[in-house]
DNA sequence: GATTTGCGTTGCTAATTGCTACCTATCGTG
DNA sequence: CACGATAGGTAGCAATTAGCAACGCAAATC
């Protein structure tokens, strides 16, 4: 062990800070979770959550201008506006369901009580998980980082000490 | 189309805002992202993050207070303190991936240069998806809500209106 | 033309974040 | 044992963000 951890001083070259400059503050997941679930309208999602009107607007504002949400006045009611989770919206699914899924985990009292299927077969979904290319499911000490010209290569058992990422630091 | 929507007055009674409650705080997703890394002493956060030590301390306690980390003094320096993620916090994995790959995606000038890989074979990981009970992976169209008394039943292609959840509001 | 609906903005207060400086216990060293 | 260095915090204060209630305003409806 002692291989190279995923270098932490460009901490914020990373794809987290990114989603989480919009996805990380308050209400986003939630507007995003009522996005998912039909709604497309101020008053809709403001009645839905219990949001302040000045916050929602800030937040769907701010959702739109990063290509989450598209925000369309209707041709025949010019007072409405929709709002429409983008493709790129639709793409936070999963991490929105993965939170979902650990917070019914060790939540309290969450009924769970509408289940979210496969509408093919009307079975419940699997849980979000870490797969490897060929679909094993993968835990947290099966993980390594690689530098991409590294990708692919057998183990390098001893090489230099400090060379590989590793995530078995977890114990 | 027309079926029931995931009951949204309700909204609390659901895994996100539990999940939000915490890791919704700011610093916290980084937190956790160090703490995968191999992170474990105050200092090592302080100086990997630039978050502020009364922010840092906050987050820390939080953290610990929900079982997402463990607080431990070192025998052999009691002046050390050990911050470790639980099995809970772990469990944050795919999460925090998903978001991940999603900044990563969408994010400008991202390197990626260290991957997240498979140790057993040095392969990528998968993407973070949705996937059917079978292994089959479904995009945001597929989905749908049942009430937990219909899980598994076919298709109920007509019935009373307002009968089933759905996904599909998503266009 | 008056009223309601939909989507905001404005003003003000409360809570959260961030900076810098300080505090306390422990450790290694001469 | 006195000493400074190290580790992990607190305390005080400024800046940012969230939340509440009231107002604005154009388009629809009666």
Known sequence: MGKLREPLNDMQN????????????RWSFMILRAGFNGLHHF????????IARNIL???????????????EALPEDRRKIEYRLTAKGLDLLPA?????????????????????CDERDGQPIAL???HAHDGRVLGP???EWRDVADVGKAV???????????LSALR
Request: net charge negative; hydrophobic share 40%; aromatic share 4%.
């Open 43 to 50: 008053e809709e999602y403001l009645g839905a959550l219990g």
């Open 141 to 143: 000490m099966d993980l």
């Open 96 to 116: 929105m369901l993965a939170l979902r899924q650990w917070g019914e985990k060790y939540g309290e009292g969450i009924p769970s009580n509408p289940v979210l």
């Open 156 to 166: 390098v058992e001893d090489g230099d000490e400090e060379v590989r990422p590793q």
């Open 14 to 25: 990373c794809g987290l800070p990114a989603a989480l400059e919009v996805m990380g503050e």
């Open 128 to 130: 979000i998980g870490i």
């Open 57 to 71: 607007s800030n937040r769907l504002a701010r959702l739109v201008e990063h290509g989450i949400m598209k925000r």
